[in-house]
């Protein structure tokens, strides 16, 4: 345990030393400047709107959960929720870690069995990933013929389209389980390869009956106001910041950062997300420095704050877990 902890740390002051090469690398002095240009009851608007997109991520997970327990309450969801999004801050994990968590905390908390929590974390990623690849699609076509991004960013949505891909073969796991088993030809592998098709198979049954085509609807237009969120604070940031950009460079920007964060380089895709953001910028004209201040100041909204927000969260549920263990314990004396 305390050697991955070792080398979650080491990725993180990784990240922080790659954020802090750019900087420097753009000009230290000239990104102070411009960052100080933000008026704190600005990014006090900005944290209540990233307020809004925790809560509307949140009831989504809230709107799946009430299917199967209907006194779970809202506040314990987001509580969840929350903690998951401090797990997918801290690692490499493209929000799979996160979502591990959640699963385990909300199983911890209620009644409901590990496939229908995993049957909830499937749809639930499929509304989120849905909007996010059709306007990345877009995105990519645009600049395509427009601009000579870094193919990395294209690299980052052919594996986005992947994960999806790997997402929809998931309900067809025990045909792969079945090819796997002929080549193996091992009866361990066999019955764990059973165990593992069957609980998908109740899991992928459960998830197709989860949701009417009105709630379909319901969480697809959520999931898009989510994603067109974003590109609204960063329009939101530049402008605070003195800057004159078109909301289609914004939505550039945004999601081509969000693409190359998809990739499980370091923890909560540090430097390579600023990097990303800042080169698109230079494509309407401002400097590295400018492009970076914008990426800066809409990190510490979008990820810096969040972090911290799910960070003590994270620490509440873990003494109320240590407390309700202890008193149970005493209990039983």
Request: no cysteine; net charge negative; hydrophobic share 55%.
């Given at each position: 345990m305390s050697f991955k902890k070792n080398n979650l740390y080491l990725l993180y002051i990784a990240g922080i030393l790659v954020l802090t090469f750019l900087v420097f690398l753009v000009g230290f002095d000239e990104v102070k400047q411009i960052i100080s240009r933000v008026h704190p009851l600005n990014l006090l608007y900005l944290a209540i709107l990233q307020i809004l997109t925790i809560l509307?991520?949140?009831?989504?997970?809230?709107?799946?959960?009430?299917?199967?327990?209907?006194?779970?309450?809202?506040?314990?969801?987001?509580?969840?929720?929350?903690?998951?999004?401090?797990?997918e801050s801290v690692t490499p994990s493209v929000k799979l870690g996160g979502e591990t968590a959640k699963v385990y905390l909300m199983r911890q908390r209620t009644s409901i069995s590990?496939?229908?929590?995993?049957?909830?974390?499937?749809?639930?990623?499929?509304?989120?990933?849905?909007?996010?690849?059709?306007?990345?699609?877009f995105v990519?076509?645009?600049?395509?013929?427009?601009?000579?991004?870094?193919?990395?960013?294209?690299?980052?949505?052919l594996s986005l389209i992947f994960l999806l891909i790997l997402f929809f073969l998931f309900f067809r796991l025990d045909l792969m389980g079945k090819s796997l088993g002929r080549i193996f030809q091992n009866k361990k592998i066999l019955d764990k390869l059973e165990k593992v098709t069957n609980f998908?198979?109740?899991?992928?049954?459960?998830?197709r009956k989860l949701t009417k085509l009105t709630d379909k609807w319901q969480l697809m237009l959520i999931a898009f106001l989510v994603w067109i969120l974003y590109p609204v604070k960063v329009y939101l940031?530049?402008?605070?910041?003195?800057?004159?950009?078109?909301?289609?460079?914004?939505?550039?920007?945004?999601?081509?950062?969000?693409?190359?964060?998809?990739?499980?380089?370091?923890?909560?895709?540090?430097?390579?997300?600023?990097?990303?953001?800042?080169?698109?910028f230079t494509y309407a004209g401002l400097t590295s420095a400018e492009g970076l201040s914008i990426a800066l100041v809409t990190r510490f909204i979008t990820f810096w704050f969040p972090l911290v927000l799910s960070a003590g969260v994270a620490v509440l549920l873990v003494y109320n877990r240590k407390a309700s263990l202890i008193k149970s314990q005493q209990e039983t004396k």
């Open positions: 509307m991520t949140g009831y989504i997970w809230f709107f799946l959960i009430r299917k199967f327990n209907q006194e779970v309450s809202l506040t314990t969801v987001l509580g969840i929720h929350l903690a998951g999004t401090f797990v590990y496939q229908e929590l995993t049957a909830i974390t499937l749809v639930s990623k499929y509304f989120s990933l849905i909007p996010f690849v059709i306007i990345s699609f990519v076509i645009y600049t395509l013929f427009t601009w000579d991004l870094p193919v990395v960013v294209y690299l980052s949505f998908i198979k109740e899991a992928s049954g459960i998830s940031v530049s402008n605070t910041l003195g800057f004159e950009i078109s909301f289609t460079l914004l939505v550039i920007a945004t999601f081509t950062a969000y693409l190359v964060n998809m990739l499980p380089l370091l923890p909560g895709g540090l430097g390579s997300f600023e990097g990303s953001m800042a080169l698109v």
